[in-house]
């Protein structure tokens, strides 16, 4: 087993570390070139979110097949030919011309960047001593969050400079002359173990099933659903006059994400000190009141929403994540990649949801679409919360 801080083990976190950071560099570039993509394509703002839903879509049917596939063919194929047939898509995607050409090849990438996450923490497991596993994952989720925030902010600056296929064609180039080393930096799987024929459907069934699972599943795909798309419509909002915000500025609007960073850093303490739902209910709650800002209209007052939303999401998506692994007492990967589907899911519905309400009432109406999920989603913990405490009691 590989230990902590060993060469070893520095070469595997740092590996796996980077190849996070460049399937979500290369997931979420297309969420500031939305308004470009609009107009250069000439559709609707509902239409331009799929290029980014599409690629979430993909991602969410990709993580349970990949995961079979991995348990099947072992973990560092999978891994790595997954990321590359990822990255030579986003070259391709950078020289299509019509959009219906756009969208398949986006749900196509998705489907293929799945390989990575849907196989990583299981590798870690088996490859890693427990000490190691735990501040392994940490630094792999913080790899995962700075992915997504640098394909936003570089796809939003390198768009402004040559336009969205630019974008695609420098980030997806660049993350293949990253991808080289992780053929030597990851070590190969020494612990790995072919799963048995079957077993994997029949767990997937019960994790289904617990009522202690689903509604996590679904306040993860639920609050993750509004929280991403609110961004798309906050950039639509900024595009247009009398803003007029360029594609630049727009990717720095996702430097917002990084209250989220802190929020992830401290909800293990939270939840210690307050317990996991109250500590879960206490976000949702504080993303309903950051929302205020959206009926403002004003710069300042929505950069303020999105601050807090962050911080709020993050927070809610850590104790929902902690909640999954600590419910289940077998088949814990299976139990994770189930919420990352719901949790996927989620982003790809999230345009679709809003879109009636930005079109009733622009980001105003999109505050409106948020709260009505945010209460089902309250109401989904408290109900969670009660059962809980009934097994509890059972036991």
Known sequence: MIDLKSPLWWRATLALGLGSMLVFINLYIAQPLLPMLASDFEVSALSASWVLSVATLGLALGLLFWAQMADKYGRKSVMLGCLLVALVLGLIIAQLTHFNSLLVARGVQGFFLAGLPATAVAYMSEEFTPKAL????????????????????????????????????????????LWLPLLKWLPASQHFAPANKGQGASALLSHIKNP?????????????????????YVAFYFSAPPINMASAALGLLFLTYLTGTVASSISGWLVNRFGVFQTLLAAIVIMAVGNLGLLSGRLPLILL???????????????????????????????????????????????????????????????????????????????????????????
């Not at 202690?212 to 798309?232: A, K, R």
């Open 134 to 177: 735990v501040t392994s994952i940490g630094i792999y989720i913080a790899a995962n969050s700075l992915g997504g925030i640098a394909g936003r902010v570089l796809g939003g600056l390198l768009a402004q400079w040559g336009g969205w296929q630019v974008s695609f064609m420098v980030l997806a180039g660049g993350s293949l002359l």
């Open 212 to 232: 202690l699972l689903w509604p996590i599943y679904l306040v993860g795909g639920l609050n993750f659903m509004v929280f991403l798309n609110q961004y798309t």
């Open 305 to 395: 929403t999105l601050l807090i939303d962050s911080f709020a999401f993050f927070l809610a998506h850590a104790c929902a994540s902690s909640w999954v692994g600590r419910s289940v007492k077998s088949n814990r990967a299976l139990a994770s990649s189930l919420y990352l589907v719901f949790y996927y899911l989620g982003a790809s519905l999230g345009g679709l949801y809003l879109y009636p309400f930005w079109e009733q009432g622009r980001l105003a109406g999109v505050a409106v679409g948020m709260w009505l999920v945010l209460f089902l989603t309250a109401g989904l913990t408290l109900h969670l919360k009660k059962r809980s405490e009934r097994a509890e009691a059972r036991a």
